[in-house]
């Protein structure tokens, strides 16, 4: 090994962000503005929403979300074990109490027969998660939520960019979660996005994330008139920073490009790993295709290597490849929660990996990868 490091990812930040955020602290407004109002609207024109909400985090959008649904106490949430662990935290945020259902083995993600298996009366929404960018089966799901009268939250942190039924994910929810973490394919550093086609879903959001403040902080200032506020309910500061917003609206052009680039590299991957038995990458569900946030492995027994000296392996090549994703329900902060049986989820948390996907990862990356793993596999 030559020294070289291949990160799992690295955001895609250039000149244009810094002089946008550089443009945003000269204009002497860096708190929630101008840059945010035009943030929400470019970001959800571009996912098909009516309104977006920009919060702090994709973990304070989905609280968002759950609140503006009066989710809480006594009511149960289904959400997949088999996700980061901010989606059944959010559930607990409102004194609800989160119920694991198992997952699809191809896509990791809900399927309509998973969630059914741990419904109950006390169910009042679902959280479905687009899991590392894989829709999920929206209409499916979508249609059996509204069967039994339960709220559908979509839980869409890695899926900017991804589509379903020839749609963005996002269009056509009832009330979607996005994050701007730098591990996404869009990053304003930290940051989130509540998006919904419905206005007073949405102005009741807006209200939310700023105190319950029937006026937000901007539309005070930029009025030459004094506005004296009133504050309507108990909420919350989960505001966005008008940096972080300029540095998001550069992002946005980037979208197309940064899935097209990824999709090239997955392809790439596949052809490259087809070589190798016992490796079972994540690949498109038949209802849409993933922007490749994560590109997931599963390994089987063909292969005859464990997880954990794979991801040995690959570091010592100067790979940073990382577990899969998590479980929830095998932490020690859900050890009190009882859940149905979870054998999908516990095989793909236990047996995948994640690869280096990014814009900078080049065909001889990808070939020094898929290398150190068919050595390892004799
Ligand atoms: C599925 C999922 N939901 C929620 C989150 C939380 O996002 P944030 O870091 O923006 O709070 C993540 C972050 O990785 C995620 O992957």
């Given at each position: 090994m030559s020294g070289r490091?291949?990160?799992?990812?690295?955001?895609?930040?250039?000149?244009?962000?810094?002089?946008?955020?550089?443009?945003?602290?000269?204009?002497?407004?860096?708190?929630?503005?101008?840059?945010v109002a035009?943030?929400?609207q470019e970001f959800a024109a571009l996912v098909g929403a009516g309104h977006?909400?920009?919060?702090?985090?994709?973990?304070?959008?989905l609280h968002l979300a759950l609140v503006v649904l009066e989710v809480g106490r006594g009511d149960e949430v289904i959400v997949p074990s088999f996700s980061f662990i901010a989606t059944a935290n959010a559930v607990r945020y409102v004194g609800a109490t989160p119920v694991f259902a198992d997952v699809d083995l191809a896509t990791g993600n809900l399927t309509v027969a998973t969630v059914d298996a741990v419904r109950t009366p006390r169910t009042r929404a679902v959280i479905g998660v687009h899991q590392g960018g894989v829709p999920f089966d929206v209409?499916?799901?979508?249609?059996?939520?509204?069967?039994w009268g339960v709220a559908?939250?979509?839980?869409?942190?890695?899926?900017?960019?991804?589509?379903?039924?020839?749609?963005?994910?996002?269009?056509?929810?009832?009330?979607?979660?996005?994050?701007?973490?730098?591990?996404?394919?869009?990053?304003t550093g930290e940051g989130g996005m509540v998006t919904t086609d419905d206005p007073a879903c949405a102005a009741r959001l807006r209200r939310l994330r700023e105190h319950g403040m029937n006026v937000s902080a901007a539309d005070r200032h930029a009025s030459a008139q004094p506005v004296l506020e009133s504050y309507l309910e108990t909420a919350f500061n989960y505001r966005m920073t008008?940096?972080?917003?300029?540095?998001?609206?550069?992002?946005?052009?980037?979208?197309?490009?940064?899935?097209?680039?990824?999709?090239?590299?997955?392809?790439?991957?596949?052809?490259?790993?087809?070589?190798?038995?016992?490796?079972?990458?994540?690949?498109?569900?038949?209802?849409g295709e993933t922007n490749f946030q994560s590109f997931w492995v599963l390994i089987n027994q063909e292969y005859g290597v464990g997880r954990d000296e794979v991801l040995a392996e690959l570091a010592a090549a100067g790979v940073s490849a990382r577990r899969g994703i998590m479980a929830a329900h095998l932490e020690p902060a859900y050890a009190d929660v009882t859940s149905a049986p979870l054998p999908v989820t516990e095989r793909l948390t236990r047996?995948?990996?994640?690869?280096?996907?990014?814009?900078?990862?080049?065909?001889?990356?990808?070939?020094?990868?898929?290398?150190?793993?068919?050595?390892?596999?004799?």
């Open positions: 490091r291949i990160p799992v990812m690295i955001p895609r930040l250039g000149e244009e962000e810094a002089q946008a955020a550089a443009d945003a602290v000269r204009s002497g407004w860096v708190a929630q503005g101008p840059r035009r943030f929400e977006g909400v920009a919060v702090s985090s994709c973990t304070t959008a209409a499916a799901l979508r249609s059996a939520a509204d069967g559908l939250i979509e839980d869409a942190a890695c899926a900017a960019g991804s589509t379903a039924y020839g749609q963005p994910v996002g269009a056509g929810s009832a009330i979607s979660a996005w994050s701007f973490h730098p591990r996404k394919l869009l990053t008008d940096i972080q917003a300029a540095i998001g609206l550069v992002q946005l052009g980037r979208l197309v490009g940064l899935v097209a680039q990824r999709r090239a590299l997955a392809a790439r991957y596949h052809d490259l790993l087809a070589t190798i038995d016992g490796l079972v990458p994540v690949r498109d569900p038949a209802h047996d995948s990996l994640i690869l280096p996907l990014h814009h900078a990862l080049t065909e001889d990356d990808q070939d020094h990868i898929v290398g150190v793993l068919r050595k390892l596999a004799g």
